[in-house]
């Protein structure tokens, strides 16, 4: 018998089973930052959370709800995410989360959810002091 042939690529399977950076962010010091988008048209809803120090994030974690696209890429986009410093732009663009995953041009509205929640975590954690 075949296996029968899945929508989803090996990358998109292995973060979704695993979820990295899912939940909330653990006590500590630094202050907090969090970004969010909806789209309930698409079926996508994105929150991310990040511990700031120093202008740095230190700690990210991510909520969403969605398909396993929605959520594979949120993961992926919270370990970015987790390196940026003030001062660089977003490396969380939908396009380029579409080509670590191979998700099919069909998934890109749901990733421009996880793209915006992205820029919008950003744009608070700059100003965080």
Not at 49 to 72: K, M, N, Q, S
Not at 82 to 96: H, N, P, V, Y
């Amino acid at each position: 018998m075949t296996q029968p042939a899945t929508p989803y690529s090996a990358r998109v399977l292995e973060l979704f089973r695993a979820l990295p950076y899912a939940g909330t962010l653990p006590a500590a010091r630094g202050g907090i930052a969090a970004g969010e988008a909806v789209a309930l048209d698409r079926g996508a809803w994105v929150r991310f959370e990040a511990r700031v120090d120093a202008g740095r994030i230190v700690a990210c974690r991510f909520r969403a709800w969605g398909c396993p696209h929605t959520l594979a890429a949120s993961a992926l986009a919270a370990g970015w995410l987790e390196a940026w410093q003030d001062g660089e732009s977003t490396r969380c663009e939908a396009a380029r989360l579409a080509r670590e995953l191979d998700a099919p041009a069909g998934k890109m509205g749901r990733l421009l959810v996880v793209e915006d929640a992205a820029r919008d975590l950003l744009a608070e954690a700059a100003q965080v002091q």
